[in-house]
């Protein structure tokens, strides 16, 4: 015998059945009914590679009975077979237990995923981190995922917010009560609310305003893609959190320390970013009225225009009045020297700007005796402004420009809103640089006005007598 076969023969245990029981071809045949032979004969099944892949993935015959196969069904694994639950359908949530305690296994082949079972907390283990394991995700709402937690620094913010910014914007039981609900409902919101209040503490805290500067800008950051993304889909539902959101933006722009170039509307590389939302403030209120926005607020006395008349206890609340009806029947005469298809817009605007004059003010008739700026008054005619008459101002034309500088005069009747700070000043000194000179003289009478009825701050009144010195 060969070495090959005293090693085939050693590898091979001998049949042990006898010859009566070799009945089927000897050994290893059909008729053979030992162990030996018994293990070498192989059961044939018949082949397919249309198994689920729970089976497939555990190397084992798949049944291939629908809607669930033997072996998922055995296992309490989710058969690929099954159909998809309806996409409206909200799965119940899970109990304390329930992530915590694997199903209950039968006997069968040893599973090889133990990682997907959650893993159960040890002794060392936090409670946080116990809670972590029980946490699901929230179904989606259509908005961008909410911020989890508040870090120190935002609680700081909201805290100054609802104790001390609040107030000086407006109605307090709108902006202090109504809208940090909606920014919890709407993340976009509740930025808007901590951008403002860190701009008012870079104010309040010279020494730290680089810091609150850095937090205003990180959250108006993380606010405006949703503002803009929402703005199309506007509904009943969304509407009282993106008009707010979209004054807290004008706001917020007005607090930024203005940059040379900005005119208010439009600046050196043409229009500012507020102004497309303020007309989106406009689509807010004319899709679905002021009434539907104001009708969550908490005061139902409440009305819209007194949603802006409150503010801070000035030294001198009031200011002086001012004669304005002659001043612009002279730029009447200025547009009527226009040309016929600008005309009709630019006389629109101006009639515009002389309303707010007169609501302001009053008239020499009637005048108003007690006169202080309102935000909803003065706001009105940005508000109202035409898109072509904001194309004029970004191609520095002389009439709008002028027209911007009289509007000036109403401006710095805001500046009890600390936001608005410096805003007349820097306008008209803007204005000065942008107009052709031929036509300065039209910024004596707005320079004159500012300096007479101002609140007596040192800053505008050099600002105004700096403007007066280009002039002459």
């Known amino acids: 015998m060969s070495e090959d076969d005293n090693e085939s023969s050693s590898k091979s245990p001998a049949c042990t059945a006898s010859s009566a029981e070799k009945t089927g071809g000897g050994i290893g045949g059909g008729g053979c009914c030992c162990g030996t032979c018994r293990k070498k004969r192989r059961r044939s099944h018949k082949k397919s590679r249309n198994g689920c892949q729970n089976c497939k993935r555990r190397k084992v015959k798949c049944d291939e009975v629908k809607p669930e196969c033997g072996n998922c069904l055995r296992f309490s694994m989710h058969c690929d077979f099954a159909p998809p639950p309806p996409t409206n359908q909200i799965s119940p949530s899970p109990t304390a237990s329930s992530p915590l305690t694997p199903p209950p296994r039968k006997r069968g082949r040893p599973r090889k995923d133990w990682d997907a079972i959650p893993k159960l907390p040890g002794p060392n283990d936090s409670g946080s981190d116990a809670a972590r394991i029980q946490r699901t995700p929230a179904p989606s709402s259509g908005e961008p995922t909410f911020p989890s937690l508040l870090n120190s620094g935002d609680l700081e913010l909201l805290h100054h917010y609802m104790c001390h910014t609040a107030i000086t914007l407006g109605e307090p039981h709108v902006w202090r009560e109504h809208v940090p609900k909606l920014g919890f409902k709407h993340h976009y919101v509740l930025h808007m609310v901590l951008a403002i209040s860190a701009q008012h503490l ?22 405006l893609p949703a503002v803009a993304s929402l703005i199309p889909r506007l509904d009943k539902d969304n509407c ?14 007005f607090a930024k320390k203005p940059t040379p170039g900005h005119l208010l509307v439009v600046a050196e590389d043409g229009e500012v970013p507020w102004w497309g939302l303020m007309r989106g403030v406009r689509i807010v209120v004319q899709n679905v009225g002021i009434q539907t926005i104001i009708s969550g607020w908490p005061d139902e006395s409440v009305t819209f225009e007194q949603h802006w008349t409150h503010c801070p206890t000035l030294p001198e609340p009031v200011h002086k009045a001012v004669l304005w009806e002659t001043r612009l029947e ?12 600008e005309r009709v817009m630019f006389t629109a605007s101006l009639g515009a700007l002389r309303d707010c004059f007169r609501m302001t003010f009053g008239t020499e008739a009637e005048p108003e005796k007690r006169v202080q700026g309102r935000f909803e008054i003065v706001m009105r005619w940005l508000y109202n402004m035409d898109d072509d008459f904001v194309a004029r101002l970004q191609q520095r034309q002389a009439l709008p420009l002028i027209l911007l500088g009289h509007f000036a005069v109403l401006v710095q009747l805001l500046e009890h809103f600390w936001f608005m700070e410096g805003w007349a000043e820097h306008l008209l000194n803007g204005l000065f640089v942008a107009l052709d000179p031929q036509y300065a003289t039209w910024l004596e ?13 040192g800053s505008t009144n050099r600002g105004v007598l700096s403007v007066q010195r280009m002039i002459d």
């Open 202 to 223: 870079a104010r309040l805290r010279p020494a730290q305003a680089r810091h609150y500067e850095t937090l205003a800008e990180r959250h108006s950051t993380s606010a």
């Open 330 to 341: 002279e730029l009447a005469d200025l547009v009527a020297t226009t040309a016929d298809a």
């Open 445 to 457: 009478w707005p320079a004159q006005q500012i300096r007479r009825t101002g609140s007596g701050s």
């Open 240 to 253: 009282q959190a993106l008009y707010h959101t979209t004054v807290l933006v004008c706001f917020s722009t």
